[in-house]
């Protein structure tokens, strides 16, 4: 394994492309991996293509469209409508140790997944980063790097560092390796995101370029969603605290 190398798991967002140049910070040579699992919106992968070939890092687009076949939920499934408010935007605690999800940051449609916001995905992150390992470990890499974070609460329990954590050590055990999953974000609100993407010099391609919009529209998006909402708090929040005032 290349302890120089990483592979970045990415979807041309505004968190993972702000890992994707952490990465090529930290590593001499970086690699990208997309992946088309059946959501709605493809222009997220168009817009990651755009920024590898910026970023200077080879990028593969993989098709696992069963993770989209496998449950409900507005993102893969067009009969299941969004919900308007998410715990994105809420401010309950995050549930540490794998237990229920407050219900408190906003209206859930419960019928879906229990508690969850029904934009979750069951298993997409379970599945990105397994498939991800495989391929690190063909490249002979070992250090993953995933845009989660459990600060700014989504309510998607693959988004927590346990669950993180655990992954890493079955991931190892299953294929007698030694990944690393590196997850810069994590105890990072969307405010400190933006910095750091600042910080990177990155901060105009995150603001016009990516995509993290839940209905596919790039740069500042539909401003409805909660991902926009959430993206826009964090954003006017960085900018007073850099300007003393939002822009």
């Known amino acids: 394994m290349n302890n120089s190398s ?8 505004q968190d993972s492309t702000t890992c994707l140049w952490w990465a090529k910070k930290h590593f001499s040579e970086v690699s990208a991996l997309s992946f088309v699992y059946g959501q709605k919106h493809l222009s997220e992968i168009g817009c990651a293509r755009a920024i590898a070939d910026k970023a200077g890092v080879p990028l593969e ?4 469209p069963v993770i989209g076949r496998l449950g409900k939920n507005s993102l893969t499934d067009t009969s ?9 935007t809420g401010s309950g605690p995050i549930p540490m140790d794998g237990g229920s999800v407050p219900m408190d940051g906003g209206v859930h449609d419960s ?19 397994s498939v991800a390992a495989v391929k690190a ?7 993953i ?21 655990s992954l890493n050590v079955t991931l190892n055990l299953a294929m007698d390796a030694q990944f690393v999953i590196h997850t810069p974000l994590m105890w990072l609100d969307k405010a400190e995101t933006w910095k ?7 901060f105009d391609i ?22 926009c909402r959430l993206r826009r708090e964090g954003l006017e929040k960085y900018l007073k605290e850099k300007y003393g005032k939002e822009r």
């Open 145 to 165: 790097v995933t845009g989660v974070s459990q600060t700014d609460f989504s309510g998607y329990p693959d988004c927590r560092d346990t669950f993180i954590k």
């Open 206 to 227: 995150v603001r016009n370029e990516t995509v993290t919009c839940y209905n596919g529209i790039p740069g500042d998006g539909c401003g409805h969603c909660p991902s």
């Open 61 to 64: 687009i993989m098709e696992i």
């Open 80 to 88: 299941v409508p969004m919900d308007e408010g998410s715990v994105l």
């Open 111 to 129: 019928s879906v997944h229990g508690g969850l916001p029904n934009t979750f995905v069951p298993g997409r992150n379970l599945f990105f980063l």
């Open 137 to 143: 470990r063909e490249l002979g890499i070992n250090h």
């Open 196 to 202: 750091m993407a600042d910080e990177l010099g990155i």
């Open 6 to 13: 990483a592979l970045v798991v990415f979807s041309g967002g």
